[in-house]
Structures are given as C-alpha cells and as structure tokens.
C-alpha cells in the first residue's frame, strides 16, 4: 500500500506505547494489516492491547492488496521516523517480508506471522448493553485524580487496581494503597441505558491509557467484559485486562467530621511543598496552621532546614499541626485543575481530608499523617 | 548580602556543571566570596575549576560584610531555583550556617569552612607572556570539531587528552583514540605576544568548558602553565589540569595523496546515515561510490537491512567501496557547520580522510576502515 509517512508515524505512534520495552517473540512486533476500507496497526503487551485505524476514506492511503503482517516495531519506528517526508510503500512478500520504500531509501524487515498476534473481538455494546459513553477529557481528568493513589507493591495485587464503578448516571473511581492515601471521584454518564457494575483495572493500564487517549471534545465508549474493559473512541481501540478479586469497601474510611477546615491557593501551595521538598528527609513535611497562616517546616539531617509561609484564603476551627508525606501531597495537588482546594484536619492520629473548593467537582483525596518527630 | 534571584541562579549555574556528581566532603560544595567590589562563586572536581564573577557594580547586589563560605551546592541549587523571583539575602554566622531569606522563604544550610577549598592563583599574562587570546566562538567551534575524536579508554592516558600546541599565529589542537579516528584543526590568534607551547587537556574537561563558556564574541584568554591551563573571560575564570607525558607525532598519519574525491551535502549525508544507523550491527555502515552516487548499506542479523542512496555534489577519480564505524561517522559531521563536506578515499585499507570545502577551514578527520564483511 502507499500511505503518506505522516499518517504513518501517527498511527504507529499511537498504538506504540501499548509494548513493552523489554518484551520478546511476537509480542516485540507491531501487527498491521491493510484491509478494504481501513488499515489497522495494533500494538499489545497482553495486559494491554491499543489499536489504531486509519481509514481510507483519507486520502492519504492507498491499498493495492489486503494483507497483514507482524514486524519488529521498534525498528520500524525507529526507520519511519528518520524517512524525509512524502510518500511511503509497504509491500509484504510470501516469505514475510515487509519492505518499506520511500524516496532512495529501501528497508526490508522481516516480519512474522500475524496469526498468533493479540485479537480484540469488536461487539455492538449498543446491542449488548454492557457499555457506557462518557466524555473524553472528563474521563482523562478523573484518572488523573484518582490513579495515582494505587498501591505499586505487589502485596496486595487488588491494590494496584482502581476501582471503576458504573451507577445510575455516575461512573465513580476509587484507589487507595491501604496505608496511606485514598482518592476518589465521579463522572456524569451521558449514554448508558441503564448498565450498572463495576470492575478494577490496573492502574499502570489506566495511566497509561491517559496518554493514548486522543485530546479531543469526544466521546468514549466504555465496554465492560467478564475479563477485560474496551475503550472505544472514533479511531482507537484500547483494551485492558481486569484484575480479579473483590475491591475493598473504601466509604468508611472517609471521616464523617472535622475539627477545622482551610483554604489555600493551589499554585503557591505546590510552590512552597515544591521548596521545602529540597530539604525534607523521608518527604516528611509538618505544617502548622495558626490564624490565617500555613507554616511549612522540613529538614535534611546535617545539611540544614527551611520554613515557609502561605496565607490562607480562608480558614474554619481551630490551630493545629500535622505531619505528612509531602511526596503524595504534591502528586495529588499536580492533578487538580483548581485555583484553591479545601483541606479539612480531622484530628492527630486521623488522615487530611482534601477536596475540591467549587461544589460541583467530586473528588476527594484523603492523606495519613505521618508520625511526629520531636525536633524539627 | 543581598543579591537578586536572577543573578545568584545565573552565577550558581555557570558553576554548578564543574561539580561532580559523586564528589564528596568539601568537593560537594560551592565556594561563595562576597568582597568590597565582587562576588566570586567556585565549584571544582579537582580536575576542572570554575570561577564566576558578579561585580558590585551591577545593581543587583548589595553586600554588607566581606565573608566566605563552601555551601552544599545541590540543596543551594535546588533551593533557589524554586524560590519565588525578587531579592535573596545570604547571611553566613559564626557557625559556619548559611541562611537564605527571600520573601516568606528561609532555609538554614550547613557550610564548611572555604579553607580548604581549590583556589586559582591569578596573574597577569600580560607580564608572564605565557598566554595567547582567542575568539571565544572559533575556540569553542575548534573544541567540537577535534575533542570528540579523543580516547575514552584509560589504556594510553596521553589519548584521553588533546593535544594544544601554540606555534606563530596558530592555535592547533589534535585528538585521536590511536586506533579508528583522528581530528585536527587550528584557529588564528589575535593577541599572541611571541608565545609559542604545547599541552595535552583532558578531553572530557574540554567538552565541559565547550558548554561553560559564554556563548559571546568576545575573547578568551588562555594561559599556559607547566601543570595547569586557564581558560579567562570577563566573568569566569576557567582551570583545568593538564595530562603529564608527550603527545604522539600524528602528522605522519595524514594519507599524502588519494585516488578518489568526493564531494557531499553534509544534512542530507547526515540524514542518511541516521536513517541506516537503525539497522547497523555494531555501527558498520558500507558506503558504495559508484558514478555521481553515493549508496550506503547496513543490516541487523535476523532483523533486516536497508539500502540508501544519495547523489554527489561532485566526485573525482575511481569508484569504490569501504565500510567504515557509521558512529564516528555521525559524530563528526554533528561538529561541522558547513553545507558541504570533501571526502577523500585513500586505499581499502587506508583511512578516509574528511575535508572542509571551503579553503579558509583547517580542520581534517581520519577514519579508518573496518573489516569488510563477506555478506551485507
């Protein structure tokens, strides 16, 4: 076939990501197959399989023959990426080789057997009626929000999952890595014809899935599997394997009270961890709240230590002191899109309670304290 | 003293990239000096020493008392990058602790006594005669053109090094690793006063310096000593040591006649071989001259190979064949800002010799053949 090496590069580009670095056999390879209507790239590292269509309708591509092959996706990448740009040639020979011919330049790489390549069967969820449509950027934004509270030890492999649960019109994710933190969130659901239930994916899969999904107003369909969850949008079909078990109920750990409550602006308070991050040893951060201010103190044992200063927007209840990861408190605050968030200290021994200032947002995000040292 | 951000971060910079990584004790820290008309900043890995210099006169300073100190220089890094813009105050007490305050923000470091730290002794080249001045651009351009060609291995010490001699109006500088590769090239002394030397500076130090000095059209000052060279502009001052032994006669190396010239677009050259590199097993690229064509050839076993071909801007002589190391390669015409590039062919087993087209260039690169293989 000839397709423009634009056109090339992003649909290798998007399902790229999906393979692993240190994967082998057919798993190493890149599946492209060039049908009627559309040609199809498909990258897998079995927990996660990403593929791309490319339709023919875009001018940009021209099919001669249907055919498919698996070949060895880095060098192709690798090679596509250095072509001067214009028109390139993919041409598939009996004994499985691809040849690639653009301008002067002729690679011939040998490719595999597209048989035993990751399949993703397609269904009409509008006929099953397993799936739910939500918007693309709010879908983006919620896992943002809430992935990175997952477990990364394999102790607990439940853990390492985030919670997807489908309910009336709210689709609502929750992580939690059973110690520290816990972080949840909801989404309107704009089409789901009445589906509810739930599942727990992987959250290196949901992260990863952030990044490939397209930046675009659209829409997602999500389909739900005894065994794996489908991401469906106009050109990219993303699927994830489950992680089998039971999530943990998480609602009771939320606290139902709180002794005080401030305000604080965002962007100076993720400055300010971000300074005295330079100096804190283990992350510990302690912060003093006292009239309308927040004190932050850290220190590096024999190197020295620094205090800062913020001005609260608002504050509620009384003074108080706690002392926190300051690692996961910067990572939650990276992923809110607020000016100001809202922190409720709930007592000593008790986890920050982090949430949103605007009513309409649904996230919450709680935080353990850390032990108090005595000198700081 | 009160200095602004802007300076005080420019200053660190210029000598933060002197310090090793993986130095310790005194060596971890960063000299400052805050005298009646300057501020000094030093960082040193014994090896190379850097010195930057702020003057009072610039109104961004205002110092109070004289005084020194050695700080750790990662956390200072660190910690006045993230400080909010405006004016810094630095106040070191009699018990060796330096505080920084800017705005809301103070941090105590520990300091070490400045004592023991690497000093350069300063001196009036004017008198000694033992120096020369240079464009500080052509000196940099000289180093990129020749250092990458040293030896990276510790087998010959004298290898790892390049070789300055100063001789009339010339400043020529010399590397090769003994083996695959040599660079040579010279640029014209503006203020010699009748100095003629030599001496051989580590390679890595010279690359360092590449990257330290100030990217200006003023001049440097380079002043020779039996066991150091310095490198001097307005604001920095530059040490490195030099390497003790005798510098190999390279001169006989150079090939005195070819049978084959050729003459290529060094970005189209440079493209191609970026393009083949990705299936080039252990970096063997054969080029093929054949009429007014260039076609280059690589392959990875088992994975696939692939064929370019460029077209001669101009060519002399015979045809012919050589495979050669496509890394060396690469990395040389990376260091040429030039549209075209001569290449001479000098024998099968004779190196290609690499020209400027323009006659006011002086530099030359050797590169010698590898092994042909039976089948590529």
């Not at 899109?337 to 008790?350: A, H, K, Q, V």
């Amino acid at each position: 076939m000839h397709i423009s090496r634009d056109l090339l590069i992003k649909s290798i580009q998007h399902v790229f990501k999906a393979l692993s670095n240190n994967s082998h056999g057919i798993l190493s390879g890149l599946y492209i197959y060039a049908g009627n209507e559309e040609v199809i790239f498909r990258g897998s590292n079995v927990s996660l399989t990403v593929q791309y269509k490319a339709c023919i309708t875009d001018s940009k591509i021209h099919i001669f023959n249907e055919g498919s092959i698996v070949c060895p996706a880095k060098y192709l990448y690798e090679i596509i990426r250095k072509l001067n740009d214009g028109n390139v040639i993919l041409e598939v020979n009996e004994q499985l080789i691809l040849s690639i011919t653009s301008g002067n330049t002729r690679v011939c790489l040998s490719g595999m057997s597209p048989i035993d390549y990751p399949f993703i069967p397609t269904q009409d969820h509008q006929q099953t009626g397993n799936g739910i449509d939500v918007s693309c950027n709010s879908l983006k934004y919620l896992i943002k929000q809430v992935a990175g509270a997952c477990s990364t030890s394999e102790g607990k492999p439940i853990l390492t999952g985030v919670s997807l649960e489908v309910q009336g019109n709210q689709l609502t994710m929750t992580a939690t890595d059973g110690v520290i933190r816990m972080a949840t969130g909801s989404i309107c659901i704009k089409n789901g014809m009445g589906f509810s239930g739930s599942a727990v994916i992987p959250g290196v899969n949901l992260i990863e899935i952030v990044k490939l999904l397209d930046d675009d107003h659209g829409m997602v369909t999500i389909q739900f599997s005894p065994h794996e969850i489908r991401f469906i949008t106009q050109n990219q079909l993303i699927e994830s394997v489950l992680i089998e078990g039971l999530y943990p109920p998480t609602r009771n750990l939320v606290p139902t009270s709180h002794v005080s409550e401030i305000i604080l602006n965002i962007k100076s308070f993720r400055q300010m961890i971000d300074r005295v991050f330079v100096l804190a040893d283990y992350h510990l951060i302690t912060m003093h709240v006292s009239e309308k201010k927040l004190e932050l103190i850290s220190s590096t044992a024999e190197i020295g230590d620094v205090r800062d200063t913020l001005f609260l927007e608002d504050k509620n209840g009384v003074n108080f002191s706690i002392s926190i990861n300051g690692k996961y408190l910067l990572s939650t605050l990276r992923c809110i899109e607020s000016d100001s968030i809202r922190i409720r200290f709930t007592g000593t021994m008790s986890p920050l309670v982090l949430l949103p200032v605007l009513e309409d947002s649904t996230w919450l995000f709680l935080l353990n304290p850390v032990m108090r040292r005595i000198n700081v």
